[in-house]
């Protein structure tokens, strides 16, 4: 168990836990404290895994929970664009096992036949010494996946694919050191924005974006230079920054993550 040549030869360290409350939480408090990353925290399992919006994410042994410390890896301005960097790391690396079926689910999820199977959730705080700390974590349903949800949830192993958590992340711990290297500190956003379309689920299809207290029914149109969802509307094409997608056939109540 670890990280593989590729990975710890340009400088990723690992630490992995029996039990946290959050992955993301400890690599917060570790960006806080100075740790300069990058830094991958994994844990066999959370007490208080989380998602967006504060959001439960259940996590019991046999899945994937890791956390990736970055510092000062991106200005403020492009940070958001490491969730789109994630997304198509953690698509490639899903899709070895399951093929095309593998998609993204704008903004940060991943999908099997309309079911969730992983989530993405990015936080950043400031360094006790004012540099800047991001955080990539990630959920992945290996062996189990929660029942009783409001939306369809989905396993590896429910499509034949026994990947073991700590093989998964060194697969995906190297993917995602390769698409940050192309992604260059955001000037390479362009090469990330045309392979994460390459993954994206529901585009050229009708959806509902939810925002809050507010719907929207459109098109999904793809996404523009700065990684917002553009939806097409009797009222006129759309921009989104934030928001649930709700694809046709996928009951949900908004993602965990």
Known sequence: MGLTAPVTERGYRLEVFDNLGSTNDEAMARGRDGDPGPLWIRAVQQTGGKGRLGRQWVSPVGNLYASLLLVDAATQDRAPELGFVAGVALASTLSRFLGPEARIKWPNDIVVGGAKLAGILLEATQTRWGGFACV??????CASHPQGLPYPATDLASHGAAVAPD????????????????WDEGRGFAQIRAAWLLFAAGMGETAEVAMGDQRIKGILRGLDERGRLLVDTEAGLRTIDAGDVFLPGLIEAGGQL
């Open 167 to 182: 093989d998964l992340l060194e697969f995906f711990a190297e993917e995602l050191a390769g698409w940050l290297d192309q």
């Open 136 to 141: 990539i974590g990630v959920g992945v349903n």
